[in-house]
């Protein structure tokens, strides 16, 4: 992601790298929204190899059939992570060219892209992670929110979304700093007339991408297992917070950790490294097709 500039040029681009992302991840969400939220996944046993331990019985069910809500999670996920890095590095460009100091600049532009996604994105968040249940008969994203909405009303459709903010909005803030701290401050240009230059690029982007991924699944886990749990009891913020740490003590801060490492840190890695290629071969794309018309 080459900053506000690229951004406004390349939207395309940013939605294209996001529906990669989600579309890779979604198995391994599923796998992450079934642990963090407690379902109980029923033991399998496959031939030669016994009763597989619920560790792994989780992402089986996860990579397994049917995939209940997957187009409009996929979807969901696509608009929601797009919106939120197209948002952050226009914002980030526009503030800095009204003299919005750098730190401020970088901050402020995911902080309110990601609330506002939270907010709109709630009721499709909330009906898919219900879906996930493997006791749940309700079978697509319409009967889920359905279900919701008769059961809570249309306030249980937006339920969770104090803790989804909480959650959302560290996750992507982090993401984004780490992000440009590197880009700017740590890692090094790549030299443009080393023979490598193009691959050395896709290097330097991949490193930023997997800090940044990663720094923001560290951070927001606790919030994730509160929001997932909130959805499963329906209770209020506090005191699904109270219930956890009755039944788990501080414990329940890493439940589903090590899924959630890998739901959340690949697709935002992936997202920001697609991006920052999808954004280069276009680039390149444009100095052949601009070579080309000067010779003919």
Not at 43 to 55: L, Q, R, V
Not at 72 to 86: H, Q, S, V, Y
Not at 99 to 110: C, H, K, L, R
Not at 251 to 269: E, L, Q, Y
């Amino acid at each position: 992601m080459g900053g506000g500039n690229q951004a406004k040029e390349h939207p395309w681009e940013y939605l294209l790298a996001s529906a990669c992302a989600a579309s890779i991840n979604y198995p391994l969400w599923r796998a992450s929204a079934v642990g963090q939220s407690g379902f109980r996944v029923s033991s399998i046993s496959m031939a030669g190899f016994g009763k597989i331990p619920p560790t792994i019985s989780t992402y089986l069910y996860a990579f397994a059939p049917p995939y209940k809500g997957m187009l409009a999670t996929i979807l969901g996920m696509t608009w929601a992570r797009a919106a939120i890095f197209w948002g952050s590095d226009c914002g980030k460009d526009m503030l800095k060219r009204m003299g919005v100091p750098n730190s401020v600049a970088t901050v402020i532009p995911p902080l309110l892209v990601s609330t506002g996604v939270q907010c709109l994105n709630q009721p499709l968040v909330r009906s898919s992670i219900t879906l996930q249940n493997p006791e749940s008969k309700i079978p697509n994203i319409r009967a889920s929110m359905r279900h919701i909405f008769e059961t809570h009303g249309l306030r249980g459709l937006w339920h969770g979304t104090s803790a989804g903010i909480l959650k959302t909005v560290p996750k992507y803030c982090t993401a984004v700093v780490i992000k440009d701290y590197m880009d700017s401050s740590i890692l090094p240009k790549a030299d443009p007339s080393s023979p490598t230059y193009e691959s050395d690029k896709l290097w330097r982007s991949a490193y930023k991408s997997a800090a940044a991924g990663l720094a923001g699944a560290v951070l927001t886990n606790p919030l994730d297992v509160i929001r997932n749990e909130m959805f499963k009891t329906n209770k209020p913020l506090m005191e699904t917070v109270r219930c956890l740490y009755k039944e788990m003590g501080y414990s329940f801060t890493h439940r589903g950790m090590g899924k959630n490492m890998i739901a959340v840190a690949i697709p935002v890695s992936c997202t920001i490294f697609f991006t920052d290629a999808f954004i280069q071969l276009s680039n390149n794309w444009e100095v052949e097709r601009e070579e080309k018309r000067q010779k003919n």
